[in-house]
């Protein structure tokens, strides 16, 4: 396969569609599930899917926020490869054991091992996206994934329609995906040089560790995300978990569009980076942060007064008695994609052990929060639970970015001097 030169604009406008089909995605499988198969089945499907972008923080191992910023390729394409594999196939295994957890036979237990392998595909995709972004093809990324989501939605709601089984499509989803990424990501791959499969377990070992501060506030993240679920579980019907996992869809798409933001311009601020041009960074995140926090406004504004009332239509819900938990949960929204993006900054710089320190902190506000507010407060308690946990987080990611850049700028001031000498 023969690909062509991507100027500035296809980057962005191909990274905008992978990042605007994998927001929908969920909120398209949701409302397909609601409308053919009825509450309940939702909140099964709104619980497995969730769990499913757990483990695949599992399987990913955060190792593509190393890999697509390794612009001096310290790693091979093999070492992220089998790195991958080994992740996927270890998520897999606690995917079963969750799953197993439900009883295999049963419909949770059922979907959340067909939701897990549809992740894992996914996750086994991630490795080549990352591959294209490091070679500042981020546009290939996008195409990507706004064909296997696309496809994916289609192959999902056409088999539920037909088989009005929640497992089976789900199936018929994973098994398409995965053909997918030999039609088409493999033969992408193929553009690039060093695309071998090839053991190295030394590097394999060195990249792991490297990953390892990363995976742990990736999987923490993700588990502050979850824990009102889990909470819901435990205190809540069924029902009350599927109207959470639809106010809380939006919060997600939030988030998600906030990556076509920055991920275009990774490559570029580590190059700024590792240059100590520390005012370009600082102009990055300036003007990503008011991105951010307009795409929030609006949000907000189309949530509350637009976005409620349709969704009350769409999915056949009266969910207007739940307007100051979605706005809850939309804040919650905006403090994630600014945690996100905090994430993405450090990670750059390098600093996997300060953000995992701060997921860690994050952690033990999630603990205790989500069971006491949800036993107590219900839905309102699970939205509380996450925006508290989410700007403690945001503001801790933000001091110790500018800390970061402080102590970066003094180093670079120290360079001439030290090299006079």
């Known amino acids: 396969m023969k690909i062509g030169e991507a100027d500035g604009k296809q980057k962005y406008f191909w990274n905008m569609a992978g990042s605007v089909c994998s927001a929908t995605l969920s909120v398209i499988l949701l409302l397909a599930v609601n409308r053919i198969l009825g509450e309940e089945e939702g909140g099964f499907f709104s619980l497995a899917y969730a769990n499913a972008q757990l483990m695949m923080v599992i399987g990913g191992f955060e190792v ?104 089976i499509a789900g199936i018929c989803m994973t098994t398409a995906s995965f053909f997918l990424l030999f039609l088409y990501d493999l033969p992408l791959a193929g553009c690039f040089r060093d695309t071998e499969i090839w053991l190295s377990f030394k590097k394999i070992k060195t990249l792991f560790w490297a990953a390892v501060p990363l995976f742990i506030s990736a999987f923490i993240m993700m588990y502050i995300n979850n824990a009102p679920r889990y909470a ?11 109207v959470y996992g639809i106010l809380y869809m939006p919060s997600f798409v939030m988030h998600l569009f906030s990556l076509f933001l920055f991920r275009p311009v990774l490559v570029d601020m580590k190059a700024k980076w590792d240059s100590h041009d520390v005012a370009a960074v600082k102009r990055y995140m300036q003007k990503s942060s008011l991105f951010i926090l307009a795409i929030a406004i609006l949000c907000i504004w189309l949530g509350v007064w637009i976005g409620l009332p349709v969704f009350s239509i769409m999915y056949g819900i009266d969910l207007k008695i739940y307007k100051n938990t979605f706005i809850i949960i939309l804040l919650y929204g905006m403090f994630n994609a600014y945690n996100n993006y905090f994430y993405y900054v450090l990670a750059v710089m390098r600093k996997q052990k300060k953000i995992m320190s701060a997921y860690i902190l994050a952690l033990a506000c999630m603990s205790f929060l989500a069971p006491y507010l949800v036993r107590n407060q219900g839905l309102s308690g699970a939205a509380l639970s996450s925006v508290l946990t989410a700007a403690v987080l945001t503001v801790v990611l933000l001091v110790l970015s500018m800390i970061t850049m402080a102590g970066h700028k003094k180093a670079a001031f120290r360079l001439p001097q030290s090299s006079k000498r």
């Open 64 to 167: 593509r926020a190393l890999q697509s910023t390794d612009i001096k390729s310290e790693f091979r394409f093999q070492t992220y490869f089998t790195l991958r594999v080994i992740t996927i196939v270890l998520m897999l295994m606690i995917c079963a054991v969750y799953a197993g957890s439900f009883n295999f036979g049963s419909p949770k237990g059922k979907a959340v091992m067909v939701f897990g392998a549809y992740k894992a595909v996914e996750a086994l995709a991630d490795v080549f996206s990352g591959m294209f972004q490091q070679q500042d093809r981020i546009d290939l990324c996008g195409k990507a994934s706004a064909l296997r989501m696309m496809v994916s939605t289609i192959v999902f709601v056409s088999a539920l329609l037909i088989c009005r089984d929640l497992s």
């Open 232 to 242: 819901i579980e435990a205190y809540c019907t069924d029902v009350e978990q599927n």
